[in-house]
């Protein structure tokens, strides 16, 4: 069972909110949007710098490439996307900040963050933000994977998906989120299959046409062990897999072999 809230107000402080805003436009995220389940808003730096041209970046101290984001401007942000969560919500705000140099982003940590009813993301952009906003006020670095992107913003969309798919009735009929691969015992995804039944002289596993529940149940099952075994082992070394799940993917590799 599920203890998390209801809903949740997340607000991504971004030089580029068009780009956030594209996941309330879409799909699921969409949905949860018209909904009100997922209240997603944008605060610009820009809007919070006194200077004339709406600098928000400047060189960096010790010198080298490229510029920073300056604190000041990001602060006024950060502030305003938590006034504007706490109104919405009344629940205090976590901070996150997306960065290759956080923790990283899994299932869990996406469950954790989905118990947060009050999340603000902050988005960087060139070559990172001035250390004393995440000494300050950011309460988490996430990152989304050991690669660097030109800026937080998909980190920061990717969150808010994964985040928005855990909230009560986001996912439609059938699919609960603790369905998804991972959410069980860590375990990849099963093979799909729609129509046409052959498809370039490939045709659909003849079990999936059988009509028998069970055994479509049972391969499917037996396929997942046997993928994650072959691509991802470290997942079922965790879970500790029951005897009749060893059997299937025993079965699954003898009959590779
Ligand atoms: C840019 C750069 C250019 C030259 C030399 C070193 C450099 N480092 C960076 C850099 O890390 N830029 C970041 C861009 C600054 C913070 C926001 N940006 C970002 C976030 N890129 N990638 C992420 C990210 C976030 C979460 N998970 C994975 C990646």
Sequence with gaps: MRSGPDSVAIAVVTIFPQLVNAVSEVGVTGRAVDNSVL????????????????????????????????????????????????????????????????????????????????????????????????EALVDREVSIGDYVLSGGELAAMVVIDAVARQLPGVLGHGDSAAQDSFAGQGVLDCPHYTRPETYQDMSVPEVLTSGDHQAIARWRRQQALGRTWQRRRELLEEGGLSKEDKRLLQQYLDAQN
């Design 39 to 134: 209240k997603l808003s944008c605060v610009n730096p820009r809007d919070h710098t006194s200077d004339p041209n709406r600098r928000v970046d400047d060189r960096p101290y010790g010198g080298g490439p490229g510029m920073v984001m300056q604190a000041p401007p990001l602060a006024g942000a950060i502030a305003e996307a938590e006034k504007v969560n706490g109104q919405v919500t009344g629940a205090a705000p976590l901070v996150i900040y997306l960065s290759p140099q956080g923790e990283k982003l899994d299932h869990s940590l996406v469950l954790e963050l989905s118990g947060y009813s009050n999340l603000v993301l902050v988005a960087g952009r060139y070559e990172g933000v001035d250390e004393r906003v995440i």
